[in-house]
């Protein structure tokens, strides 16, 4: 049998597979102040680690490069901001535009209450293919939430899956694109006028979707 390697010693207590999480959340949150408020070109591996209060060498432990780290601090804003849709999904009154309403409101209160994530949503995506590829993603994955919300909210509207989703993919998109001009400040209207006019855009988009699939037969 091959000898084993040495088993991680406990420090102060503290395991050492715990000690490596609470070390990458730390540089997580490093890198969420870093990109979100001195963005891509300040963000290097040594001013992550000052920012964490880490030995350079631990950054390696989690990541292997600066734009990994990018795409983990996104992951883990996209997988809060999630929970935070579906949560006022589940929390909201069943009827349609109540609950839209809540869910587009909770999404402007996740961006808005930390202006970095507001920051990396408009910042952030064009800097490579790859985090091009991860937006793309990302679009896709938020507009089956879109459908699989549909289905429950909005079942007098007649949609096959597939209209569904190329709602879901068309609004998604779109609102992603109006909200990152909207965010940085190529729009002149307030808060609640964009909220109201989000509302309506996707309540009146998926009532249009029915008839025109029937139309197009």
């Known amino acids: 049998m091959p000898p084993q390697p040495p088993r991680a010693r406990p420090y102060r207590g503290v395991p050492a597979d715990q000690r490596r ?3 990458r959340a730390a540089l997580l949150a490093a890198g969420l102040e870093l990109l979100g408020t001195r963005g891509w070109a300040a963000t290097t591996v040594r001013k992550v680690c000052a920012e964490a209060g880490l030995n350079d060498r631990y950054f390696y432990e989690s990541f292997p490069d600066r734009e990994a780290l990018l795409l983990a601090v996104i992951d883990d804003q996209v997988a809060q901001g999630t929970a935070v849709i579906l949560s006022a999904a589940r929390e909201a009154p069943r009827d349609p535009q109540a609950r839209t309403r ?3 409101t909770a999404v402007f209160d996740f961006l808005t209450t930390d202006p970095r ?3 990396i949503l408009t910042h952030a995506f064009p800097l490579s293919p790859l985090l091009q590829q991860r937006r793309v993603e990302i679009i896709r994955t938020l507009a ?3 459908a699989a919300q549909a289905h ?3 079942d007098h509207v007649s949609l096959t899956d597939t209209d569904l989703e190329l709602t879901g993919l068309t609004l998604t998109a779109g609102l992603w694109e109006l909200f990152t001009n909207w965010f940085r400040g190529d729009l002149d ?3 609640d006028h964009l909220v109201d ?3 309506a855009l996707i309540l009146t988009t998926t009532e249009l979707a029915a008839p025109l699939h029937h139309r197009l037969r």
Do not use: E
Request: proline fraction near 0%; aromatic fraction near 10%; avoid cysteine.
């Open 117 to 119: 994530r507001a920051h």
């Open 21 to 23: 999480a609470r070390r």
């Open 189 to 191: 209207i307030d808060r």
């Open 144 to 146: 089956g939430i879109f």
């Open 152 to 154: 429950q909210t909005l």
């Open 102 to 104: 809540a869910v587009v």
């Open 197 to 199: 006019y989000t509302v």
